[in-house]
């Protein structure tokens, strides 16, 4: 299967987070696309996923919900847009399910920042090679949500994910 | 090959045209997915496209350019979602090329309304049984692309279509 239509990086207008992790690509995957494993890694500690719904095929949702150590709950709603098992995951905060553009794609919360997320992963070894890339539509996204730590926040988070698949558990602190 | 995760239209918020057309679906979807056709249907007259781009892939550009009776070119630039042939396309102005959020998506242009369409086709008799879907965040949204003229719009489009595949032209009265 080619990509020959994700253009390379934009460094302008991604961000992106490659790493070699000591954990088999199935398994990776597996974190990414099933509910009962995304609650255990997706959100550094203390911020905990509390709730997380998928429907895996271009179009589905894919939602959390983040709680705060304080206790205030984050519902983000997305959409899956390409899904190639054990390859590639797209999805986008722009759409609700259904490619429906959501409100601050429309404007009502020009405050917000639309991304698309590109999770790309091959086999490395006996371990994976990982990237994360988030495509931004303007340089004050990408800054803002550089600014918001994203690469301590999707290192920590990918971290937890390793933590899980090795030792069956996040090995989180408890908030 | 279900679509389950396109849910039904939703009255508030979407706008859908729907017809039979006498012309079969695989000249339907040539007429869609060939810059060369778009060009001699996709603007009811007198406004013209004068250019047309596509890389029929999900990610890929679909860009056109609409001039109007006085001259002045529109650019449109959006992004392929999904590429059935002769069953469905689905594409959106929320993304350019490669999934990017667009500058309006960003909240740059607040004044813009995104939008997903979902054109569908399938045999019917000898015609083409044909669905022109448009997928909006806000009510506001829909109701501009209504007033806009979004049927007659689509309609007359559509009619220029069949007239293509039928004759060989767009028969067009000259703008």
Known sequence: MTHSHLPPPDPRLDLVLERV??????????????????????????WTTVDCEIDLVPGGI???????P??????????????????????????????RPTRHASGAD???????????????GSGTWYTARVIHGTEDARRRHADMGFHD????????????????????TSG
């Open 110 to 124: 020009c405050d917000e920042f639309p991304f698309t997320a590109v999770v790309a992963m091959a086999p490395h």
């Open 62 to 68: 894919f939602r959390t919900v983040m709680r705060s």
């Open 153 to 172: 926040g999707w290192g920590a988070a990918l971290d937890q994910m390793v933590a899980m698949i090795r030792h069956g558990s996040a090995a989180r």
């Open 21 to 46: 992790v000591d954990v088999p690509v199935e398994r990776v995957w597996a974190a990414w696309t099933t509910p009962d494993q995304i609650k255990q890694w997706f959100t550094p500690a203390p």
């Open 70 to 99: 304080e206790g205030q709950e984050y519902p983000n709603l997305g959409c899956w847009l390409e899904v190639v098992p054990n390859e590639r995951l797209v999805w986008t905060n722009v759409f609700e399910p259904g490619y």
